[in-house]
């Protein structure tokens, strides 16, 4: 089934899973924390999450690649530097942070499945076709890449 391959941008799909985890926080019992609880733990983790994701855009502009993940096989470079020697997808690990976030601030267990809904999703219709398109593109450098970063963190 590749129809969803390269169809659907990533920051849409964590927009949609951030509101299917409100979605679920609102209808089913959370658990009872403070404000000032819930953003204690939250922010640390979108801030987090926002500096990853923007690292990786700021190596790609620097590599003079494209940031389009709707068209990997554009790719002119391939990025092993900066945040790119810890993950392969900072990204879409910055996005996955920052709806963890959203979930602790939820204070609610159910809604936390966004996240692994989230990665699941990306696995499958992003990064899983993407790495094919890189391999192509790259082929051993690619490859050699992977043996050696982690796909997420």
């Known amino acids: 089934m590749q129809g969803l391959e390269h169809?659907?941008?990533?920051?849409?799909?964590?927009?949609?899973?951030a509101l299917l985890m409100g979605l679920v926080a609102w209808g089913t019992?959370?658990?009872?924390?403070?404000h000032g609880l819930r953003l204690a733990l939250a922010l640390p983790l979108v801030c987090a999450g926002v500096g990853?994701?923007?690292a990786g855009v700021v190596s790609f502009r620097r590599a003079?690649?494209?940031?389009?993940?709707?068209?990997?096989?554009?790719?002119?470079?391939?990025?092993t530097s900066g945040i790119y020697r810890y993950t392969r997808n900072p990204m879409y690990a910055g996005f996955a942070l920052c709806l963890l976030?959203?979930?602790?601030?939820?204070?609610?267990?159910?809604?936390?499945?966004?996240?692994?809904?989230?990665?699941?999703?990306?696995?499958?219709?992003?990064?899983?076709?993407?790495?094919r398109a890189l391999?192509?593109?790259f082929g051993s450098e690619f490859t050699a890449y992977q043996r050696q970063v982690r796909r997420w963190l």
């Open 7 to 17: 169809r659907i941008p990533p920051p849409a799909i964590a927009l949609l899973c």
């Open 52 to 54: 990853v994701a923007l």
């Open 101 to 131: 976030a959203w979930g602790l601030y939820l204070a609610s267990p159910l809604a936390l499945l966004g996240v692994p809904g989230f990665v699941l999703y990306m696995n499958r219709w992003q990064v899983g076709p993407e790495e």
């Open 64 to 79: 003079r690649t494209t940031v389009n993940p709707l068209k990997p096989g554009n790719a002119s470079a391939l990025v």
């Open 29 to 34: 019992p959370g658990l009872e924390l403070g």
């Open 135 to 137: 391999e192509r593109l």
